[in-house]
């Protein structure tokens, strides 16, 4: 099959990148015709690659993610593919779409930790994620959990019917012990994530204190507390 994807970074340096690099890669070692459309690539062997000029991601995010949705959309509008996957608020045209996570429920999450304001990009891109999945711009959505699946059900009113849980995997070849030595007399938790607020991060640090005082126990986080919609993290820093 022919198959387009969208990234608007192809590498293995985030997980949404990642995602969509693993993905590509296998897809045409199974014998697929893969495009992909993007900002900025590393390169892969076999696949086609479209660029859609961007503003460079460094400044406000508004000037990259504005003109690569709008570039996406006119892309796929009118196309010969078999399949468009896209992740979340990518397109308004696309057979698959990969729901990395809701910014809905992010804005709610901000709300809870006491910061209530929406930036110009929020409110864009609240306004695009209600389109997308309130008039069901999609045969099917993939959820990595299923609290994300939830949270579709919940803000949007996306049939169960619509949604897959797929679980986010790892490549062995690349991730593995890189040292198998136990320290018996410490537990060591680890978490390697972004957007501390969804991924339980506050709640976890509350339980790494309780545990604390009764064991040898420590958490090491893996990650950046920059962003959770479009703030820049206060919320987080107020909680460690």
């Known amino acids: 099959m022919k198959i387009a994807l969208t990234a608007s970074e192809f590498n293995r340096k985030g997980g949404e990148a990642r ?25 892969s062997r076999g696949i086609t690659f479209h660029n859609i000029p961007n503003i460079p991601y460094s400044y406000p995010r508004i000037l990259s993610y504005v003109p690569y949705f709008i570039q996406n959309s006119l892309n796929f509008r009118s196309c010969d593919y078999d399949i468009v996957h896209t992740g979340g608020n990518e397109s308004l045209y696309q057979d698959v779409i990969t729901t990395q996570s809701i910014h809905a429920a992010g804005m709610e999450y901000k709300k ?14 609240l306004t695009i994620e209600k389109h997308i999945y309130t008039k069901q711009l999609f045969k099917k959505a993939i959820c990595a959990s299923e609290s994300t699946k939830s949270e579709l059900m919940h803000f949007y009113n996306v049939p169960e019917s619509l949604i ?23 537990i060591t938790l ?14 976890l640090i509350k339980a790494t ?3 604390a005082e009764r064991h040898n126990i420590r958490l090491m986080v893996v990650g950046s507390p920059s962003v959770e919609g479009n703030g820049r993290g206060k919320a987080y820093y107020d909680l460690m």
């Open 209 to 211: 204190n309780i545990l």
């Open 19 to 43: 995602y969509v690099t693993e993905l590509a890669d296998n897809l045409y070692k199974t014998g697929h015709d893969v495009h992909v459309y993007t900002c900025n690539h590393i390169n």
């Open 112 to 125: 809870k930790y006491g910061s209530t304001g929406l930036g110009i990009l929020d409110k864009i891109l």
């Open 164 to 186: 897959e849980v797929i679980p986010y995997g790892i490549n062995p070849s690349e991730f593995f012990p890189y040292n198998t030595e136990k320290d018996e007399d410490r």
């Open 190 to 203: 680890m978490i390697v994530a972004t957007e501390f607020l969804r991924k339980g991060v506050p709640e």
